[in-house]
């Protein structure tokens, strides 16, 4: 009967399902965006019909579509418009930095902001002077954001604009940086200083126009295979934003609402109004609410129980062992609160003591409401050493492993951390092997949404740069790939709708241009994507040569 046959058939393929028995079929079926059937070529021909739309895959490797269970897609979108990226891919010198910074205000009027993001000073020539961002604002507010967001630089005009001068007293969980002998701020803030001058900067942003940069985002987003984002500390005006292209039918990538609990309030109202974890529809979903008291170990700010090691920023705590952003009691009543109303908690913890801190939250709300299958996450969950291991185990959190870091950030881990630390830092192996779910995420733009980049680091145990981050905690490249889509679904209670081709689930698939599966693990981070599909549509496509 046609009213029984596919909208669309993938057939001539390797398709990986990661389904509980990791089975590989040739071809799927497609109808009303779900798959409805799995198996041979043969098996596709009751379904095809004369309106069945084929995809001859010509042999090659299909698989889920990526879930990046924590990202920032909605501050990128915000900073597309007016803000200098200055990455490492743009940005590789002092010099390069400090030109474009000049080159940028001079073309800006007297009282415009100066603002750029993304800077890694490790790749980038170190941090500016306060005198070198002064002459490159040529008397404009200047303000540049590192690449973990825990990090600003400013300029004395910036400063003024916000009332800040050397005498001015360090707010709550923040930090501004005086030189040790002259007391004068060096332009370098942590943590909640940097909120001040970010809270200033996005006062113009609306959801209008957060949502024209989403669309741009999610656009080139889905050329790497993903179908999926879980946006962390989405604010209520990206949660607007993601409402108005819904109504506009303008979303063209699933997302997952992780609600902030940084802006005043909006927890509670979330809590006020019943929403619980789950309201929504397929595209976009309220996933849970999160805090984030931990900090960066790239920016030496991140919190453990022993001292930072290499080269010290100047101005920086003696000794230091990081910074913690939230008075535990404090944090255990609001987290709670959530809890009991039926919302997802994720707290932040990067550092060994921010692990800790984070789990001593997520015990208090079992403690209080018990919850069997609860699926409460440690977010990035970095220095994960064998009695934090343990503590995971035992409380059943959780490890929303930060597994992007490892390829953009991993050369700065060992050099703040040492070497000796890396056998801890994001062990999937150690984590797989106990049972504890981790699923992987790329924490974009902190670093690069490429998923195949974090996989090649999982399965290769390197950095970027080619430094080890040892060896003993590789896994295979199926392992990885799981923490990419399986279990990213599961970390947001949504397994049953994808995650893996299955019959009934959506049909959000990867085409790839190799065999992620079968080649050298060395050419992982070299995998491209041919084709995209969200419930069956094509989002990304690659034209190939006639």
């Given at each position: 009967?046609?009213?029984?046959?596919?909208?669309?058939?993938?057939?001539?393929?390797?398709?990986?399902?990661?389904?509980?028995?990791?089975?590989?079929?040739?071809?799927?079926?497609?109808?009303?965006?779900?798959?409805?059937?799995?198996?041979?070529?043969?098996?596709?021909?009751?379904?095809?019909?004369?309106?069945?739309?084929?995809?001859?895959?010509?042999?090659?490797?299909?698989?889920?579509?990526?879930?990046?269970?924590?990202?920032?897609?909605?501050?990128?979108?915000?900073?597309?418009?007016?803000?200098?990226?200055?990455?490492?891919?743009?940005?590789?010198?002092?010099?390069?930095?400090?030109?474009?910074?000049?080159?940028?205000?001079?073309?800006?009027?007297?009282?415009?902001?100066?603002?750029?993001?993304?800077?890694?000073?490790?790749?980038?020539?170190?941090?500016?002077?306060?005198?070198?961002?002064?002459?490159?604002?040529?008397?404009?507010?200047?303000?540049?954001?590192?690449?973990?967001?825990?990090?600003?630089?400013?300029?004395?005009?910036?400063?003024?604009?916000?009332?800040?001068?050397?005498?001015?007293?360090?707010?709550?969980?923040?930090?501004?940086?005086?030189?040790?002998?002259?007391?004068?701020?060096?332009?370098?803030?942590?943590?909640?200083?940097?909120?001040?001058?970010?809270?200033?900067?996005?006062?113009?942003?609306?959801?209008?126009?957060?949502?024209?940069?989403?669309?741009?985002?999610?656009?080139?987003?889905?050329?790497?295979?993903?179908?999926?984002?879980?946006?962390?500390?989405?604010?209520?005006?990206?949660?607007?934003?993601?409402?108005?292209?819904?109504?506009?039918?303008?979303?063209?990538?699933?997302?997952?609402?992780?609600?902030?609990?940084?802006?005043?309030?909006?927890?509670?109202?979330?809590?006020?109004?019943?929403?619980?974890?789950?309201?929504?529809?397929?595209?976009?979903?309220?996933?849970?609410?999160?805090?984030?008291?931990?900090?960066?170990?790239?920016?030496?700010?991140?919190?453990?129980?022993?001292?930072?090691?290499?080269?010290?920023?100047?101005?920086?705590?003696?000794?230091?062992?990081?910074?913690?952003?939230?008075?535990?009691?404090?944090?255990?009543?609001?987290?709670?609160?959530?809890?009991?109303?039926?919302?997802?908690?994720?707290?932040?913890?990067?550092?060994?003591?921010?692990?800790?801190?984070?789990?001593?939250?997520?015990?208090?709300?079992?403690?209080?409401?018990?919850?069997?299958?609860?699926?409460?996450?440690?977010?990035?969950?970095?220095?994960?050493?064998?009695?934090?291991?343990?503590?995971?185990?035992?409380?059943?959190?959780?490890?929303?492993?930060?597994?992007?870091?490892?390829?953009?950030?991993?050369?700065?881990?060992?050099?703040?951390?040492?070497?000796?630390?890396?056998?801890?830092?994001w062990p999937h192996r150690s984590?797989?092997?106990?049972?504890?779910?981790?699923?992987?995420?790329?924490?974009?733009?902190?670093?690069?949404?490429?998923?195949?980049?974090?996989l090649w680091a999982m399965v290769?145990?390197?950095?970027?740069?080619?430094?080890?981050?040892?060896?003993?905690?590789?896994?295979?490249?199926?392992?990885?790939?799981?923490?990419?889509?399986?279990?990213?679904?599961?970390?947001?209670?949504?397994?049953?709708?994808?995650?893996?081709?299955?019959?009934?689930?959506?049909?959000?698939?990867?085409?790839?241009?190799?065999?992620?599966?079968?080649?050298?693990?060395?050419?992982?981070?070299?995998?491209?994507?041919?084709?995209?599909?969200?419930?069956?549509?094509?989002?990304?496509?690659?034209?190939?040569?006639?």
């Amino acid at each position: 009967m046609p009213g029984l046959t596919a909208d669309l058939v993938l057939r001539n393929g390797a398709i990986h399902t990661l389904d509980g028995d990791s089975h590989i079929v040739s071809a799927l079926a497609i109808r009303d965006g779900s798959i409805v059937a799995l198996g041979s070529d043969a098996d596709m021909t009751a379904l095809t019909g004369p309106k069945t739309e084929i995809i001859d895959l010509a042999g090659r490797t299909a698989i889920p579509g990526i879930v990046d269970s924590h990202c920032h897609p909605d501050s990128y979108a915000a900073r597309l418009a007016g803000w200098e990226d200055v990455a490492p891919g743009r940005i590789q010198s002092r010099e390069a930095l400090l030109g474009r910074l000049t080159e940028v205000a001079a073309g800006r009027g007297p009282d415009d902001w100066v603002v750029g993001y993304r800077l890694n000073e490790n790749k980038s020539g170190g941090y500016p002077t306060l005198a070198e961002l002064d002459a490159a604002g040529q008397g404009r507010p200047l303000f540049l954001l590192r690449t973990d967001g825990h990090i600003g630089l400013a300029n004395s005009r910036a400063f003024q604009e916000l009332g800040v001068d050397r005498d001015t007293p360090d707010p709550a969980f923040g930090k501004f940086d005086h030189h040790p002998q002259t007391g004068e701020l060096t332009g370098l803030m942590r943590e909640t200083a940097v909120h001040l001058f970010l809270d200033r900067i996005h006062a113009a942003d609306t959801p209008a126009r957060l949502a024209d940069g989403l669309e741009k985002v999610f656009d080139d987003w889905a050329r790497h295979g993903i179908t999926s984002v879980y946006n962390s500390l989405a604010g209520s005006r990206s949660i607007q934003a993601y409402q108005l292209l819904r109504q506009q039918d303008r979303l063209r990538m699933r997302v997952g609402i992780i609600v902030s609990g940084r802006e005043d309030g909006l927890v509670e109202s979330y809590v006020k109004a019943g929403i619980r974890s789950g309201f929504g529809d397929d595209m976009v979903r309220v996933i849970g609410v999160e805090w984030c008291p931990d900090c960066s170990t790239s920016g030496r700010t991140a919190a453990y129980y022993e001292p930072y090691v290499g080269r010290k920023i100047e101005g920086e705590p003696e000794p230091n062992i990081g910074m913690l952003l939230y008075d535990l009691d404090d944090l255990k009543g609001r987290a709670l609160a959530a809890h009991k109303g039926g919302l997802q908690v994720m707290v932040e913890g990067v550092g060994d003591r921010g692990i800790d801190f984070a789990l001593d939250v997520i015990e208090h709300c079992l403690a209080e409401h018990p919850v069997d299958d609860h699926r409460m996450r440690v977010e990035h969950c970095c220095y994960v050493t064998p009695p934090i291991l343990a503590r995971l185990k035992r409380v059943g959190a959780v490890d929303s492993s930060a597994t992007g870091f490892m390829y953009d950030l991993g050369d700065a881990y060992r050099a703040n951390r040492g070497a000796e630390a890396m056998r801890w830092m994001w062990p999937h192996r150690s984590l797989i092997d106990a049972g504890i779910p981790a699923p992987g995420h790329s924490d974009a733009m902190v670093c690069d949404p490429n998923p195949f980049v974090a996989l090649w680091a999982m399965v290769n145990r390197k950095a970027q740069t080619g430094v080890s981050l040892d060896a003993a905690e590789a896994v295979t490249a199926e392992e990885a790939l799981r923490a990419y889509t399986i279990l990213g679904a599961w970390s947001g209670r949504e397994e049953a709708l994808k995650g893996s081709l299955e019959v009934g689930k959506l049909a959000d698939i990867a085409i790839l241009d190799r065999d992620y599966f079968s080649i050298p693990p060395e050419e992982i981070r070299e995998v491209g994507v041919v084709t995209t599909l969200l419930g069956g549509k094509i989002i990304h496509s690659v034209q190939e040569p006639s």
